[in-house]
């Protein structure tokens, strides 16, 4: 059983940056990647970023070159780096983390990131 927390949202302007945090307890040896969602009001739950427990990344093309997934092992930790915020990033943000294919995952709360003036 994984437990994950996010934290390290909020209100941001536009062009701005935050940084999210994936915070995991427990342990299951099927885990093979941590992935970040997204989901807008009104729209679909959308993947962003995934990092395995090799370190290879990955990102959606809407946040590839803006957002950075990294991991801290140590604390148990995954980091998702937001730069040059827009307005449709604004959504509420979800970590998962799921084994190689995905029959087992787990789901963090959410956190929510606002980009506005």
């Known amino acids: 059983q994984v437990e994950l927390v996010e934290s390290g949202g909020g209100l941001v302007q536009p062009g701005g940056s935050l940084r999210l945090s994936c915070a995991a307890s427990?342990?299951?040896?099927?885990?093979?990647?941590t992935n970040w969602y997204r989901q807008a009001p009104g729209k679909q739950r959308e993947w962003v970023a995934s990092?395995?427990?090799?370190?290879?990344?990955s990102y959606a093309a809407s946040v590839k070159g803006r957002f950075t997934i990294s991991r801290d092992n140590a604390k148990n930790t995954v980091f998702l780096g937001l730069n040059s915020l827009m307005s449709e990033d604004t959504a509420t943000y979800y970590c998962?983390?799921?084994?190689?294919?995905?029959?087992?995952?787990?789901w963090g709360q959410g956190t929510q990131v606002t980009v506005s003036s």
């Open positions: 990092i395995t427990i090799g370190g290879s990344t």
């Open positions: 427990g342990s299951d040896p099927s885990i093979y990647t």
């Open positions: 998962n983390v799921a084994s190689l294919g995905g029959n087992i995952q787990y």
